[in-house]
């Protein structure tokens, strides 16, 4: 069957680092885009940072470019999320998804049938 388990969550100050994974199985990393996501607590969902499957295109929103890093690792068929200088409002649910590209362009946005984790929870204290 084939999933994404995002790992790495926790409690942490602000200022501080955190490195999330999201390990795939049932598929390669190198055929998806992997997309990283948070949700707060009455907000809607937000797409923070995407890798390509196609190439290394990256992308980043404007509110974690500088402050996060994503990269994949294919021996352990893993994305990783490295978030540093850590700030409250990041306090959230992080989820990742295993996104089809197909011949759209990189990072489309997911649908229903693509593969969600269920979350890790990141707690930024002030």
């Known amino acids: 069957e084939a999933q994404v388990?995002?790992?790495?969550g926790g409690l942490v100050q602000a200022g501080g680092s955190l490195?999330?994974?999201c390990a795939a199985s049932g598929f390669s990393v190198d055929d998806y885009a992997i997309e990283w996501f948070l949700q707060a607590p009455g907000k809607e969902?937000?797409?923070?940072?995407?890798?390509?499957?196609?190439?290394?295109f990256k992308w980043f929103a404007d509110s974690v470019k500088g402050r996060f890093a994503?990269?994949?690792?294919?021996?352990?068929n893993t994305v990783f999320l490295q978030m540093n200088n850590l700030k409250p409002e990041d306090t959230a649910v992080y989820y990742c998804a295993a996104?089809?590209?197909?011949?759209a362009p990189p990072c489309p946005?997911?649908?229903p049938s693509d593969y969600w984790g269920?979350?890790?929870q990141v707690t930024v204290s002030s």
């Open 45 to 56: 969902r937000e797409e923070l940072a995407c890798i390509s499957g196609k190439s290394n």
């Open 5 to 8: 388990v995002e790992s790495g």
């Open 70 to 76: 994503i990269s994949r690792d294919t021996a352990q």
């Open 118 to 120: 269920q979350g890790t």
């Open 109 to 111: 946005p997911p649908s």
């Open 19 to 21: 490195r999330l994974s």
């Open 99 to 103: 996104v089809r590209e197909g011949a």
